[in-house]
């Protein structure tokens, strides 16, 4: 666009994200809406007659079976969003923190589910923000290491069903 000057810059919101390369962010927000939109459109919704909303715990339960990285990119994203999810937003004392003491996948039936709660989660700090409110962050990788592993997680999942990757394709 010819003139825009970005908001986000000029607010000095990137720097506060701790990501390099703000292609990155835009990159998994385009992925992570387009995969939604598939599901949505390929017949993963919660209701049929409210708010439709993408119904990925049902995806994740129909293709648990067929879900096992063998590449070892996919593996390695894979154990790593496990064993180093995103934290969570709470409320504790009546303030908002932010605390891995909550676990990812809770009720889920398999790993694919508690995975892709994972990448979700990635998504909601995002989003959502306000992970660093006051204070530097002790890795500053970290974000940037959860958006390509959750890219990376989306991409091998988005290959489980033919039908949602035709619709993400735009086919």
């Known amino acids: 666009m010819s003139g825009y000057c970005s908001l986000a810059e000029r607010h000095g919101l990137w720097t506060k994200l701790n990501i390099q390369c703000p292609e990155l962010v835009a990159d998994f927000f385009i992925v992570f809406a387009r995969f939604e939109y598939a599901l949505k459109r390929s017949g993963y919704i919660k209701s049929q007659n409210a708010k439709a909303e993408p119904d990925w715990e049902r995806f994740a339960r129909e293709h648990a079976s067929g879900f096992g990285p063998e590449d070892s990119d996919v593996?390695?994203?894979?154990?790593?969003?496990?064993?180093?999810?995103p934290k969570k937003q709470w409320v504790e004392d009546g303030k908002v923190i932010f605390s891995g003491d909550h676990l990812y996948g809770e009720g889920k039936d398999n790993d694919l589910e508690e995975l892709l709660d994972i990448v979700k989660g990635v998504r909601n700090?995002?989003?959502?923000?306000?992970?660093?409110?006051?204070?530097q962050v002790r890795e500053p990788g970290r974000?940037?290491?959860?958006l390509k592993d959750a890219l990376c997680v989306l991409e091998h999942v988005l290959e489980l069903n033919k039908e949602v990757k035709r619709f993400f394709d735009g086919r």
Do not use: C, D, M
Request: proline share 8%.
């Open 125 to 135: 700090n995002l989003f959502h923000e306000g992970k660093f409110p006051s204070g």
């Open 75 to 85: 593996r390695r994203a894979v154990k790593y969003l496990q064993a180093n999810p």
């Open 143 to 146: 974000n940037t290491r959860l």
